[in-house]
């Protein structure tokens, strides 16, 4: 059986040779279906999850197509337009293309939220033929005509299912409006909620359906741990289990800002280098937190499930979901930033006992349970006896009864 290249699915020497420079020289599976279906004009549905390739799979028959239908865009507007649901994966997706497109001489442009929008105004202006945005401030620039959307050929919406649960549907819809009935459509999702589904509906036009979803939830080279714990104890265990010198570059989950702001105090209190990332930060915080943790000048990234997808940072060693998320997909997405590129990885739960249900339906979704490593499984919360605080002990990394002091 021949496997595909990029040059036998149809990709231009100028696309092949900046996917050379960057080492990239087998196209993963989603690549290899999408890319020559983009490039036929089809509109498509691509079912994925993050990790797999998408950016690629829809960024360079993108270009492609661009580049070979050239035509001079006029100011405030843009010939692609690439909606993504959060900053750092709208970021992301930019690096990415101005990486594949560094020989085609196409004008990009970011634009979201979080920063000062004259120099993306300034951007609209000279006429674009990419743009990649988040929908809030592209719907804030469209009502300051800044930007027309008249002469969109191609529409990328990436993490559907993203976006839905960010309550960003209506917004995209909106902008879907705004564009030219006449164009290629290409929308990408991990999951298939209903409302996605009405989306693909209304926006696609008789697409090819490709279904990159794995038969395992969670990749197979990511070990799943679980240690019970109470909500307490849960800071003094990862100060623990941060004793660990295999734990290289960690990221830690909690389900809310202020949350992830007092896990980072805390670690650093303790002399640890920890950055947070969540949605109060400004977008140079952001950024600046990831490159720290990207450059490894910070070992630990503390962050919200605004980190979950979309997020690709090479040698993530843990994952530590510090607090259970409320919705079980979201855990996927989470450990999901371990184990990149065909790398081994460790995903760490603490559970306690108001998080059970929580941990029952991730064990439900991954269908396996994890790998208990302290504490008791089967165990109900606590009483406390009437006068007395209650116990706050739990069961150490290595398995062992440890007691802590309570302050008097």
Known sequence: MTHPTFATLGLSEALRRALAA???????????????????????????????????AFGLPLMQRLVENRVAAAPNTTRALILAPTRELAIQIDESLRS???????????????????????????????????PGRLLDLIQQKHLRLN?????????????FDMGFIRDVRKIVSHLPRQRQSMLFSATMP???????????????????SPTTVTAENIEQRVYFVSAQEKRTLLQELLRDATMKRVIVFTRTKHGANKVTEHLEKAGHAAEAIHGNKSQNARQRA?????AGRARILVATDIAARGID?????????????????????????????????IAIAFCDPAERD???????????????????????????????????????????????????
């Open 100 to 134: 594949y497109g560094r020989h085609l001489k196409l004008r990009h442009a970011v634009i979201l939220g979080g920063v000062n929008q004259n120099r993306q105004v300034q951007a609209l202006r000279q006429g674009l033929d990419v743009l990649v945005a988040t």
């Open 290 to 294: 990831l490159e720290e943790f990207r």
């Open 358 to 408: 929580s941990l029952r339906a991730i064990e439900r979704l991954v269908k396996q349970p994890l790998t208990t490593m302290g504490g008791d499984r089967n165990a109900s919360a606590p009483k406390p006896e009437r006068g007395r605080a209650p116990d706050r002990s739990y069961q150490g990394p290595r398995g062992n009864r440890r007691n802590t002091r309570r302050a008097a």
């Open 22 to 56: 960057e080492n990239y020289t087998v196209p993963t599976p989603i690549q290899a279906q999408a890319i020559p279906l983009i490039l036929a004009g089809r509109d498509v549905l691509g079912i994925a999850q993050t990790g797999t390739g998408k950016t690629a």
């Open 194 to 212: 209903a409302e996605v589904a009405h989306l693909v509906a209304e926006i696609l036009r008789d697409p090819a359906r490709i279904d990159i």
């Open 313 to 345: 940072i090479d040698d993530v060693t843990h994952v530590v979901n510090f607090e259970l998320p409320d919705v079980a997909e979201s855990y996927v997405h989470r450990i999901g930033r371990t184990a990149r590129a065909g790398t081994g990885g």
């Open 151 to 163: 002469v969109v050929s191609e529409l990328v919406i990436d993490e559907a299912d993203r976006m």
